[in-house]
C-alpha cells in the first residue's frame, strides 16, 4: 500500500469511485470543460507514462480522495508530492503509482481500453499513410506543401504512439503484474 505523508501524517493512497469523482472534477481539457471517461483515462495513464509531475499529483491527489472531508488541499498534496519526487525521484513514483493501480485492479479494465485504443490509434495511422494519395506532378506548391505537413503531422503522431505503449508495458513488467 503506498503512502504520503502531508504535514506530517502517513496517508495511505486508495483508488476507487471517489478517486473517478475527484478526476473528473479536476482534470479537464484545454478549455476547462468535463471529459468523458476514455479521455480522462487518456490524459491520466498518458501522464503517468510520460511522468509528468503534474499528472503524477493529480493521480497521488485522486488517490487520497477517499478521506472525503480530511482530505489535504491539492496545494498540500503538491507540496509533498514535490519532496517525495526529490527525495525518490519521478522514475520512482510513476513506477510506484503503476503498482499501485495495477495491483488494485479498480482500473485495469480502463487501461487495457486504453491500450486498446492507442493500438486502434497506430492502425488507423498506418491506414490513413496507405491510402494516402500522393499529389500529382501537376500540383500547385501549395497543394504539395500541405500533403508534406499532413504526412508530417500524421507521422509524428504515430511516432508518439509507439512509444508511450512500449513504455507503459516496460513499466507493468517492472511491477510484475498483469492487465
Do not use: C, H
Amino acid at each position: 500500500m503506498m503512502e504520503l505523508t502531508v504535514n506530517n501524517k502517513e496517508l495511505q493512497l486508495k483508488f476507487n469511485f471517489s478517486s473517478l469523482s475527484l478526476w473528473e472534477e479536476k482534470i479537464l481539457d484545454s478549455e476547462g470543460n468535463k471529459q468523458d471517461d476514455a479521455e480522462m483515462f487518456d490524459a491520466i495513464f498518458t501522464g503517468l507514462v510520460q511522468k509528468s509531475p503534474r499528472m503524477l499529483v493529480n493521480i497521488i491527489n485522486g488517490g487520497l480522495a477517499y478521506l472525503k472531508n480530511d482530505k489535504p488541499s491539492y496545494s498540500e498534496v503538491f507540496d509533498a508530492v514535490s519532496e517525495l519526487m526529490g527525495s525518490e525521484g519521478v522514475d520512482k513514483l510513476a513506477q510506484d503509482l503503476m503498482a499501485e493501480l495495477t495491483a488494485n485492479g479498480f482500473f485495469k479494465g480502463s487501461m487495457k481500453q486504453w491500450i486498446n485504443s492507442i493500438k486502434r490509434q497506430i492502425k488507423g495511422y498506418d491506414k490513413f499513410f496507405k491510402e494516402l494519395k500522393k499529389p500529382t506532378k501537376s500540383a500547385t506548391p501549395e497543394e504539395k506543401k500541405n500533403y508534406q505537413q499532413m504526412v508530417r503531422r500524421y507521422q509524428l503522431l504515430k511516432d508518439q504512439s509507439k512509444p508511450l505503449l512500449d513504455e507503459f508495458d516496460k513499466m507493468l513488467k517492472d511491477t510484475e503484474t498483469t492487465l
